[in-house]
């Protein structure tokens, strides 16, 4: 019996982030597209990646991949560039199981932009960064400070908390 569109896409969107498994990519935001065409046998799924040349793409591919041929389904997987990947599609559940998981969620990336969309405007570049407030993920004080602006990825900085004296990393507002 072949796999139905929804057994397809209910197992394309529980695969884990590689960097970050108790977040899926669905949750994550960049499962753009997962259509199935029965006739061709074939799983089209179209991703975006969080930021040019991420290393979890290839991961993410070969996973997609493992979970249609468990299906007996080719999958033809296509990298989306534009519109280019938000924070603000990073959904509300998966921000929660990031700050559960010690991750500070990232905060609005571009509150002008739709859902979507990149607001037209310039993007201001600082060096160092601009200054945010950052909830610690494990005690909720606003009092933290940045340790190094490269964490363990390079989606995330990584951050101290003045009030537990805990370190954490902070998914980077893009």
């Given amino acids: 019996m ?6 397809v896409l209910e197992a394309v969107r529980a695969i884990p ?11 994550l ?3 753009r597209e997962c259509r199935l065409d029965e006739a061709a046998g074939v799983v089209h799924v179209v991703i975006t990646p969080t930021y040019s040349g991420c290393p979890a793409m290839r991961a993410i591919e070969d996973q997609i991949a493992r979970v249609c041929r468990a299906h007996g389904l080719r999958a033809v997987v ?3 560039l534009s519109p280019a990947w938000t924070t ?4 509300p559940d998966a ?11 990232p ?4 509150a002008d932009a739709g859902a979507g969309e990149r607001a037209p405007r310039p993007v201001s570049v600082m060096i160092g960064g601009g200054r945010h407030t950052v909830a610690c993920p494990r005690c909720g ?34």
């Fill in 17 to 27: 982030d590689p960097e970050i498994p108790v977040i899926t990519i669905e949750g």
């Fill in 141 to 174: 004080s606003e009092a933290t400070s940045v340790i190094s602006q490269f964490g363990s990825t390079a989606c995330k900085a990584l951050r101290r908390c003045d009030s537990c004296g805990d370190p954490f990393d902070e998914f980077k507002a893009l």
């Fill in 2 to 7: 072949m796999a139905t569109a929804t057994d």
């Fill in 95 to 105: 921000r929660e199981a990031l700050r559960r998981f010690g991750i500070a969620p």
């Fill in 78 to 80: 296509t990298s989306q």
């Fill in 107 to 110: 905060g609005p990336a571009d």
């Fill in 88 to 91: 603000d599609w990073i959904s």
């Fill in 29 to 31: 935001g960049i499962l």
